[in-house]
């Protein structure tokens, strides 16, 4: 391991399609591949549409860090080591493609019907540490007011 | 395609067996389903065996050499919890191509206490449950159920009735796993799992195993002179959708395989005299009503709240107790819900018996996902 490696570890994002740019004066992003045949958005890097089948070439696209809260549960039973109970939502974003994630600002006690439709925002989030002592780093959604 | 009936069929008690291993589960419930038929294996000319976490391991082959290696052809099926109902499917088509006159499928599962389903992925680096949402089946299935209240104004309380209905049942199955009473207070104040699934709106893992064997009309004459019949057997994979497979759609594959079953059967939901569905988790009964046609959309809530899928009620569900009380072990669950259907066309379901029962359907729902529909008629 060289002197560098061990002083600075990596950020590596915990998904494909979330993407951590050198830029300093950029923000970590989701991205997602539109299909220039029929219009579909997919997470991440695509072979081929899973829609309608077209093999590309496809268009990158950078989501937007905002979408909004479609359906959600509150996992209270979940495996050792996480924090629980917490809100893991489905969330639409508008450029016509949704993500699973959990929701801060919620009050995981009282489950509420007033959470669909609720405008959340996305921030990043190291979540643990890997085998190789890289940061791993997820996208988490709070609640915009 | 040729007509197929069932001649026999049995299933055991789900539940926990530490002492025996998971070839022998199935080995009795292959020899029982022989016995039923009158037949013995070296009548059987295919077999399909669906399990889960044996089918890299060649678990068909291993039964047959517990209950009569005879050299033929033995397929290992594997297609998340419509693991069984597929291998079913294998045996029918076997039958219904003209290929072969008798088939044996033979669904098996040992889970122990595993406790959730996939949650062992959670101990890697990546993992990403529970800082990106959820994928375990607890969640998944609330977020199904959370979804028919924002469409339609349902109450944690109309998915709870269902599990109320299902224990009900359970009562009177000798085979359910549990056995128990609960009142709608007991459901609702149980142990919170997954919103809005409590405890007893989830079912538990075990251990278990079905069998079923399938014969050419012409055959099935030699064995019995009442044979049941599959009308329909439908498999379908989940299509596209906007927010597939990010939300796991178990909505619109239950809905294509139900029209296909139904146009197969040529018959619609209002002739079926029970049903036995998928209620892996409560909330997921209630959307199936839906999108099995027994009640109209958004219609769910006062369907369970009418009392309409009891035992004597306008359409029974889950007379068995529901996998919520009957339990889940994977690969033998969907053969399990085709035997219960044909234990009740035959008059022999006992206490939960519906009465004068003259065509069901047995619905399966795997994630990722599959759906199965057999429909099955005297």
């Not at chain 1, 050198?22 to 081929?48: H, I, M, S």
């Amino acid at each position: 391991m060289t002197q560098e490696a061990a002083a600075e570890p990596k950020q590596n994002p915990i998904v494909p399609f979330l993407r951590i740019p050198d830029d300093p004066n950029d923000q970590p992003y989701l991205w997602g591949t539109k299909c220039k045949a029929c219009g579909a958005v997919f997470l991440g890097e695509r072979v081929a549409c899973g829609k309608c089948g077209d093999t590309g070439p496809f268009e990158e696209v950078r989501l937007s860090d905002e979408g909004e809260i479609y359906v959600f549960s509150v996992v209270h039973q979940t495996v050792p080591g996480l924090e629980a109970p917490y809100v893991a939502a489905i969330i639409d974003l508008p450029e016509g493609v949704s993500v699973r994630g959990n929701v801060y600002g919620l009050d995981p006690a009282n489950p509420s019907p007033e959470w669909f439709g609720k405008k959340v925002k996305m921030y990043t989030e190291k979540v643990r540490t890997d085998r190789e002592g890289n940061d791993v780093i997820a996208a988490k959604f709070r609640v915009l007011n | 395609m040729r007509d197929v009936a069932i001649v026999g069929g049995t299933m055991l008690k789900f539940g926990r067996y530490p002492d025996k291993d998971v070839v022998r589960l199935a080995a009795d419930a292959a020899i029982g389903a022989l016995k039923d038929a009158g037949c013995t294996i070296n009548d059987v000319e295919m077999v399909a065996s669906g399990n889960l976490y044996q089918s890299n391991a060649m678990i068909g082959q291993r039964i047959m050499k517990e209950i009569g290696a005879t050299g033929v052809p033995v397929v290992n099926v594997t297609n998340a919890c419509a693991t069984g109902s597929t291998a079913f499917r294998e045996a029918y088509l076997a039958v219904a191509s003209g290929m072969y006159d008798v088939a044996m499928a033979i669904g098996s599962e040992q889970m122990g206490k595993m406790g959730l389903l996939g949650a062992e992925g959670a101990n890697r680096d990546y993992s990403t449950e529970g800082v990106m949402g959820t994928g375990l089946m607890p969640g998944v299935f609330g977020q199904a159920g959370v979804e028919h209240m924002r469409k339609y104004g349902t109450k944690m309380e109309h998915f709870a009735k269902v599990s109320v209905k299902n224990h009900k049942h359970s009562v009177h199955n000798p085979y359910a796993q549990y056995q128990v009473e609960v009142s709608l207070e007991d459901v609702m104040n149980a142990r919170m799992i997954a919103w809005p699934n409590t405890l007893y709106m989830c079912c538990p893992t075990g251990d278990g195993a079905a069998a079923a064997v399938l014969m050419s009309a012409e055959k099935a004459k030699q064995y019995t002179a009442k044979p049941v019949w599959v009308a329909a057997s439908a498999l379908t994979s989940d299509p596209w959708q906007e927010r597939n497979p990010i939300m796991f759609d178990v909505n619109t594959v239950t809905r294509t395989a139900a029209k296909q079953a139904y146009e197969q059967a040529g018959i619609g939901p209002e002739d079926l005299s029970q049903v036995e569905l998928h209620d892996c988790f409560a909330t997921a009964e209630l959307i199936h009503y839906e999108n099995l046609g027994l009640c109209g959309d958004g219609e769910a809530g006062e369907f369970i709240g009418r009392g309409d899928p009891y035992i004597g009620g306008r359409i029974p569900v889950n007379a068995s107790g529901g996998l919520l009380s009957k339990g889940h072990p994977l690969g033998a669950t969907g053969v399990a819900n085709i035997v219960e259907i044909v234990w009740h066309l035959r008059g022999q379901a006992g206490g939960r018996q519906v009465e004068n029962s003259k065509v069901g359907l047995a619905h399966v729902i795997g994630l990722g996902s599959a759906c199965t529909i057999h429909i099955i008629k005297k």
